[in-house]
Nanobody, 123 residues
Framework: QVQLVESGGGLVQAGGSLRLSCAAS????????MGWFRQAPGKEREFVGG????????FYADSVKGRFTISRDNAKNTVYLQMNTLKPEDTAVYYC????????????????WGQGTHVTVSS
């Protein structure tokens, strides 16, 4: 079992940056593919990005490619989402999640979820 806790959300102006963190409990963190999702008000939860078990393979949604960077530190049981050049449409609750499937992008492929952290981007 893995428990995930996100942090780092907040209010930022358009064009600004934020770094989200997701701390995991348990000894099995390094065996999971980790992903970030987001859910804007009135919209479905969507995939943002993922990182392989080793951290060497990263994959992103087209909407954030080139602006967001996902990374992980297995020694600290933490995954990060660096968000640059933020836009008002990035406003959402951001969730981290863990999957046992390589390259997972779909909601149902992730089996452990955090509670989310709010990100608001003002114009």
């Amino acid at each position: 079992q893995v428990q995930l806790v996100e942090s780092g959300g907040g209010l930022v102006q358009a064009g600004g940056s934020l770094r989200l963190s997701c701390a995991a409990s348990g000894r099995t963190f390094s065996t999971y593919v980790m992903g970030w999702f987001r859910q804007a008000p009135g919209k479905e939860r969507e995939f943002v990005g993922g990182v392989s078990v080793s951290g060497t393979i990263r994959f992103y949604a087209d909407s954030v490619k080139g602006r967001f960077t996902i990374s992980r530190d297995n020694a600290k049981n933490t995954v990060y989402l660096q968000m640059n050049t933020l836009k008002p449409e990035d406003t959402a609750v951001y969730y981290c999640a863990a999957s046992s499937l390589s390259g997972a992008r779909r909601l149902y492929e992730y089996i452990h979820w955090g509670q989310g952290t709010h990100v608001t981007v003002s114009s």
